[in-house]
C-alpha cells in the first residue's frame, strides 16, 4: 500500500527550505519557522543535497543540556525549600479535627505541635524532597575527603583487627575472680 501523505511539502516550503539553510540556520529552526516535523526538515534538505553544519548541533545540544542542568538546578532548589518548609512545621502550632460519633459531629482544637502521626507524613514528605533534590544535583564529591574518610576507616578497622587478636586482659573465662 503507498503512503498516502495528506500534507505534502509544497514548492514554496522547499525553497523555504532552501533559503533558510543557505542563512545558516539549523535543523530544528527550519522546523519552528516553517512548521514541518524534524524528520521532514532532514528528508527533504538530504533530498536537495543540503547539510546541516555538525558544529551548530554539537553547539546547540550543548547549550540544551546547559538549560536543562539549570532548570535542574531551580528545581532541586524548590524541593530544598519545600522539605525545609515542611520540616518547619513538626514544631509549629496545629489544628487537629475529628468527624464522627453518632450524629456525624466535627471537632477541632488547637495543639502546640502537630500529632505523631502528621509528623511521620511530614517528615516522609520531606525526606523524599531531599531525596528528589539530591538525584536533581548531586553534591559533588571532593576526592580528598573521601580520601581523608578511607583512611580514617581503613585505620580503624586496623585498630580492631589489632585489638581482637589480643588476648583478653584481667579476668579469665572461668567466671572466677
Known sequence: MANQNTNPV?????QQIRELHAQGKG????SRIVG???RTISVHAARMD????????EDATRARKADLEERRVILAEALQGDAERLTEQLWTPAKVFNIGGKDNTYTEHDVDEPPADAKKALMAAAGIAVEKSLKLVPPEVDEANVEAARSMLGSLA???SRLAAQEPRGEDDSGEG
Do not use: K, P, V
Open 27 to 30: 535543523r530544528n529552526e527550519i
Open 10 to 14: 509544497t514548492e514554496a516550503e522547499l
Open 50 to 57: 543540503l547539510s546541516f553544519d555538525r558544529t551548530m548541533t
Open 158 to 160: 586496623d585498630g580492631l
Open 36 to 38: 514541518r516535523s524534524l
